[in-house]
């Protein structure tokens, strides 16, 4: 796996902090060049030169909000013209939900949760495979959430959303098995991340999350990264339409 990346493309979408910027530095720390995508351009602008000052890999940041299919089609054609293709796509961009009883939600949070964590990833997939399909083939990791696999009580809207990314990614990689792209979904567990500190905020600490993993720690965002970088490697080469959940154990029991 060491030298496989090294002068292909990854596009990291949801790349300015916790799992997605993880990723960017495990992509290019294998050579691959990466174009990043997310909300933030301080964010966004600092780890593009932290990538091209670190002369493993180019690295390139485009502004982009997942919701709008035209800045998605923009992305997606800024990747293609900066790099010449995309080899990898990690579409990684979300939110959390409000914490709370599914009777307490509000339409407008509804539509928050879901057009950044469903359609988003619908969108980039959508413009993802026109590409590849295209250029031959590619692989492309999703992001779930343990909360996509087993139901998590106070956070409803937000795992229907996972769990749809679940059904989603599914039914991609059927359509798009013999056309050598391969789609497959992580589902990490708790992370340490600025989403999670704000999901649960007031609510439960981190300690008490941790408490709850059977491993008894949260998870770095590069141990969900590792997992991505492998999904997209030739090592899960027969690997398709799978969930890899990444979550110490959380959701065995
Ligand atoms: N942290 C956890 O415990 C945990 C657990 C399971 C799954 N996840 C999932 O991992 C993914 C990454 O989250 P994280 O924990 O690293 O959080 P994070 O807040 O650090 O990163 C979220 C990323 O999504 C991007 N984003 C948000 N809204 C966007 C929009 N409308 N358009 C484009 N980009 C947008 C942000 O710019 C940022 O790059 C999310 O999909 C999240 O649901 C996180």
Redesign the pocket.
């Known amino acids: 796996m060491s030298d496989e990346f090294a002068g292909k493309s990854a596009l990291i979408?949801?790349?300015?902090?916790?799992?997605?910027?993880?990723a960017v530095d495990g992509f290019a720390d294998k050579g691959c060049n990466v174009v990043l995508?997310?909300?933030?351009p301080d964010?966004?602008q600092r780890i593009e030169q932290r990538i091209n000052e670190g002369g493993k890999a180019r690295a390139c940041f485009v502004q982009?909000?997942?919701?709008d299919e035209a800045q998605v089609m923009r992305l997606v054609e800024r990747a293609a013209e900066t790099f010449g293709r995309i080899h990898f796509a990690f579409n990684?961009?979300?939110?959390?939900g409000p914490y709370g009883p599914i009777h307490d939600i509000s339409a407008a949070d509804f539509d928050r949760v879901i057009?950044?964590?469903l359609k988003?990833v619908w969108l980039c997939l959508k413009h993802e495979l026109r590409h590849m399909l295209e250029r031959g083939g590619g692989a492309i990791v999703n992001?779930?959430?343990?909360?996509?696999v087993v139901s998590i009580p106070q956070v409803g809207v937000?795992s229907a959303s996972?769990h749809a990314i679940i059904g989603l990614s599914k039914a991609a990689a059927l359509e798009n098995a013999r056309a050598n792209i391969r789609i497959n979904v992580v589902?990490?567990?708790?992370?340490?991340?600025?989403?999670?500190s704000?999901?649960v905020a007031g609510q439960v600490d981190l300690d008490t999350i941790a408490e709850s993993v059977p491993v008894g720690r949260?998870?770095e965002?590069a141990e969900?990264a590792a997992a991505v970088i492998w999904l997209c490697s030739s090592s899960a080469s027969f690997i398709t339409g799978h969930t890899l959940v990444v979550d110490g154990g959380l959701t065995v029991a």
Do not use: C, H, W
Not at 13 to 22: C, M, N, Q, R
Not at 64 to 67: A, P, Q
Not at 187 to 196: E, I
């Open positions: 979408v949801g790349g300015t902090s916790g799992i997605g910027e993880a995508a997310g909300l933030e964010l966004g982009t909000d997942v919701r990684n961009a979300g939110v959390e057009g950044v964590n988003g992001t779930s959430s343990s909360a996509g937000y996972k589902a990490p567990g708790p992370v340490r991340t600025g989403l999670l704000r999901m949260i998870s965002p969900i």
